[in-house]
Nanobody, 125 residues
């Protein structure tokens, strides 16, 4: 059984940085897509960053240049480095796994199979 556990969320001022981590347990093929989604109150779940088996990354326009997704397959850990944070970046951040091989990673949340419980990010002065 796959379990994903996020950490690293918190409260920062605009312009600050956070690094989120997501540790996976159970079998996750290194070929699977990994991603970070976020959800603000009253809004749908939005894809923030995606990484495929080759390490190729895709970002939402709103975070490109500020966020970096990376993975350490040996540690079964996914990361999201978030810099220059803005108030609109606030929300619950979830890591996710799409348990399929040879598929697109930059897809809506409904295509992802496994989810963590989320970690809260607050950005305010």
């Amino acid at each position: 059984q796959v379990q994903l556990v996020e950490s690293g969320g918190g409260s920062v001022q605009p312009g600050g940085s956070l690094r989120l981590s997501c540790v996976a347990s159970g079998y996750i093929d290194s070929s699977y897509c990994r991603a970070w989604f976020r959800q603000a109150p009253g809004k749908g779940r939005e894809g923030v960053a995606f990484i495929d088996r080759y390490g190729m990354t895709t970002y939402a326009d709103s975070v490109r240049g500020r966020f970096t997704i990376s993975r350490d397959n040996a540690l079964n850990t996914l990361y999201l480095q978030m810099n220059s944070l803005k108030p609109e970046d606030a929300g619950m951040y979830y890591c996710a796994v799409r348990a399929a091989v040879g598929v697109r990673c930059n897809v809506p949340s409904s295509w992802y199979n496994y989810w963590g419980q989320g970690t809260q990010v607050t950005v305010s002065s």
